[in-house]
């Protein structure tokens, strides 16, 4: 592996692919370029410091589950890796303990995805199945695809996607943090109202999660 071979998988991306299936095949690359059984990309807010669940993948197959949501100043772990932007191999015991036995952790690698220079979502990999101990040169050569992956999630997006007003007040809020019942005080609707915004945004932009909506708002340049 070198960052020849990383740069010509991110070339040969189908252009003509949706971003959803773009970023599925990009985010499959931490396991067809590198030694790891399982990957998964947590989008994340620089404004917010929030990380939430987008894709995880493994030899069981692709999911998209978007139930985890935490605040990264309480998880050590990722929070370095965010604050540093440097990939970092670390054990379960930074980690709260619902994840460590959901997930089975042991330990895992934490891998800056980088727009710019700026954090935009972070990958965790884990099973890993290279040589012992792990190769020196191998956090250098995730953080290089990290960054490449940044730059296709978060490149330009000719066609254009309109949100209406209150879709976008209600995306806006989810992004710096705020839950739905915080959101309906804000604006002076239901939470079923907006409920409703969520789910009319999410569908405009063609994903299924909020965690998506907001890297995908974001990518847009409808949020900040």
Request: proline share 6%; hydrophobic share 40%; glycine share 8%.
């Amino acid at each position: 592996m070198n960052a020849e071979m990383i740069a010509n998988y991110i070339k040969e991306i189908n252009p003509r692919e949706s971003h959803d299936q773009k970023m599925q095949t990009a985010v499959r690359g931490f396991i067809e370029l590198f030694p790891f059984l399982r990957v998964s990309l947590f989008a994340y807010s620089p404004l917010t410091f929030i990380g939430e669940s987008m894709i995880r993948m493994d030899d069981s197959g692709t999911y998209t589950p978007g139930d985890i949501r935490e605040d990264v100043r309480k998880i050590p772990a990722v929070h370095s890796v965010v604050h540093t932007k440097r990939a970092a191999l670390v054990s379960h015991a930074g980690f709260p303990d619902k994840y460590v036995n959901r997930f089975n952790l042991s330990s895992l690698i934490i891998v800056p995805v980088m727009h710019s220079s700026t954090v935009v979502g972070t990958i965790f990999l884990d099973r890993y199945t290279g040589p012992d101990p792990l190769e020196k040169n191998i956090l250098t050569l995730l953080e290089q695809y990290g960054k490449c992956l940044g730059q296709l999630l978060y490149e330009p997006h000719p066609p254009a996607v309109a949100l209406s007003k209150r879709e976008t007040e209600v995306m806006q809020h989810i992004a710096y943090g705020y839950s739905m019942k915080e959101i309906a005080g804000l604006l002076g609707i239901s939470p079923l109202t907006v409920r409703d915004y969520v789910g009319s945004a999410l569908k405009k932009l063609k994903v299924k999660h909020r965690g998506q909506g907001i890297a995908e708002a974001i990518r847009l340049g409808l949020i900040h």
